[in-house]
């Protein structure tokens, strides 16, 4: 059974920074891209960043470009999404979620975790 | 960046009742590279279709989608209490891999 569980959340500082993990099993992790999705507080979902299997690639949403990095450890099956210079409109819940029907990055989320919860406040 | 647009924004239905869901992509979105999400309150969404017409593995064959040039269809045939939520389309074709703003499906 696929696990996706995500970790790191918490209340921030504009302008301060929070790393993100997503601690996965049940499948081949270093095969498969993975992807960070976040939702604001009663909003829609937008699309953060992916990340393919052997990191090569790497994509981010104009949003966070410049201020996010998404990285991955194949050897411990984790994910990562480092925040940094966080704003107000980075309050969000942030998701991890994969597939293993594709390699490419160019594909849909089978798999979402729970989400962690991230507060960006004065 | 391609632009999905979704309508309406809600749908008030009874159960029983089709449900037509509508996204529509500013741009090609090219080899079907579109998936349709079911989000209840308080859960992570779900995959429901894949690929513009695929069904995710365990989802009902009420639900159903179709494409036509750069218009995208999410039919569910017959409404089940379960079924009332927020439904996103998302293209997966070019990155940045947008959602749309969300079709909320309510009890009339």
């Known amino acids: 059974e696929v696990q996706l569980l995500e970790s790191g959340g918490g209340l921030v500082q504009p302008g301060g920074s929070l790393r993100l993990s997503c601690a996965t099993s049940?499948?081949?992790?270093?095969?498969?891209?993975m992807t960070w999705v976040r939702q604001a507080p009663g909003k829609g979902l937008e699309w953060v960043s992916v990340?393919?299997?052997?990191?090569?690639?790497?994509y981010y949403a104009d949003s966070v470009k410049g201020r996010f990095t998404i990285s991955r450890d194949n050897s411990k099956n984790t994910l990562s999404l480092q925040m940094n210079n966080l704003r107000a409109e980075d309050t969000a819940l942030y998701y991890c979620?994969?597939?293993?029907?594709?390699?490419?990055?160019?594909?849909?989320?089978?798999?979402w975790g729970q989400g962690t919860l991230v507060t960006v406040s004065s | 960046e391609i632009v999905l647009t979704q309508s309406p924004g809600t749908l008030s239905l009874s159960p029983g009742e089709r449900a037509t869901l509508s996204c529509r992509a500013s741009?090609?979105?090219?080899?079907?590279?579109l998936a349709w999400y079911q989000q209840k309150p308080g859960q992570a969404p779900r995959l429901l279709i894949y690929?513009?017409?695929s069904r995710a593995t365990g989802i009902p064959d009420r639900f159903s989608g179709s494409e036509s040039g750069t218009d995208f269809t999410l039919t569910i045939s017959r409404l089940e209490p379960e079924d009332f939520a927020v439904y996103y389309c998302?293209?997966?074709?070019?990155?940045?891999?947008?959602f749309g703003p969300g079709t909320k499906v309510d009890i009339k």
């Open positions: 979620a994969t597939s293993e029907d594709c390699t490419s990055p160019s594909c849909f989320l089978w798999y």
């Open positions: 049940g499948f081949t992790f270093s095969t498969y891209p």
């Open positions: 990340i393919s299997g052997s990191s090569d690639f790497t």
């Open positions: 741009q090609s979105v090219t080899s079907r590279y």
């Open positions: 690929g513009a017409s």
């Open positions: 998302q293209q997966y074709r070019t990155s940045p891999f947008t």
